[in-house]
């Protein structure tokens, strides 16, 4: 007989969102965000929301969230991957790049477009770089 599918604890999926918002924060400072950047990047969450995802031990993060996160977790390990000095990884985002992808303009800058797609770009990116998926 067939065996169906435990479902996940309701603990895990907090916890997987605490450790994504905590990570997400982490990078930010790291990278100098301002907090209207960071609310960019996280997909325009009001002001509210935002400061209560940073501060709930369970913030209610919706996929499209999740998603934008794991893309900058991504970059973040590529960067450390390809330029392991961390100042240097963590002020690359910042830089004006000559590349035609970015126009002669940061990935940040691309990335504060505000569609996760442009975050999906960069990572694809970075993953070409260091010879991963592209």
């Known amino acids: 007989m067939p065996r169906?599918?435990?479902?996940?604890?309701?603990?895990?999926r907090h916890a997987r969102?605490?450790?994504l918002m905590n990570a997400?924060?982490?990078?930010?400072?790291?990278?100098?965000?301002?907090?209207?950047?960071?609310?960019?990047?996280?997909?325009?969450?009001?002001?509210?929301?935002?400061?209560?995802?940073?501060?709930d031990e369970?913030?209610?993060?919706?996929?499209?969230?999740?998603?934008?996160i794991s893309y900058i977790l991504g970059i973040f390990k590529d960067l450390q991957i390809l330029l392991p000095d961390p100042r240097e990884a963590d002020t690359w985002i910042k830089a004006a790049n000559s590349n035609p992808l970015f126009?002669?303009?940061s990935a940040l800058e691309r990335m504060l477009s505000g569609?996760?797609?442009?975050l999906y770009t960069v990572?694809?990116?970075l993953d070409a770089e260091r010879g991963g998926w592209a």
């Open 58 to 68: 369970d913030p209610p993060l919706p996929p499209d969230t999740q998603e934008r």
């Open 17 to 19: 969102n605490r450790s």
């Open 103 to 105: 126009g002669g303009k």
């Open 24 to 55: 997400f924060v982490r990078i930010a400072d790291m990278w100098g965000l301002s907090a209207e950047q960071q609310r960019v990047l996280l997909g325009n969450p009001s002001r509210s929301t935002y400061f209560k995802w940073r501060k």
């Open 4 to 12: 169906t599918p435990t479902p996940r604890p309701e603990p895990a």
């Open 115 to 118: 569609k996760v797609a442009d």
């Open 123 to 125: 990572r694809q990116y």
